[in-house]
């Protein structure tokens, strides 16, 4: 079981806070990626029902948010730099 397990899904503030985090890099791409991955893909998206699709899109890509072309290495998201 998950560190998350028994908690709900966070609040658009705290999502906000990590999406503000990841602009200004106080927080890495990986980091963020694995703190909003259990939320995201995990059992406690299983269970919960979303009410703030804002924050559920931006939860959703924050999950994905460190992943790299296989080929170049290269994030195939861009940073808004």
Do not use: F
């Not at 602009?23 to 059992?43: F, K, M, T």
């Amino acid at each position: 079981m998950s560190e998350h397990a028994d908690q709900r899904l966070p609040s658009r503030a705290a999502v906000e806070k990590i999406l503000e985090d990841l602009l200004i890099d106080q927080i890495s791409r990986e980091n963020a990626a694995a703190w909003a991955r259990p939320y995201a893909l995990g059992e406690i998206a299983d269970r919960e029902e979303v009410r703030d699709l804002a924050a559920w899109d931006a939860l959703s890509s924050l999950a994905l948010c460190d992943l790299k072309q296989p080929d170049t290495g290269v994030y195939m998201y861009k940073s808004r730099q």
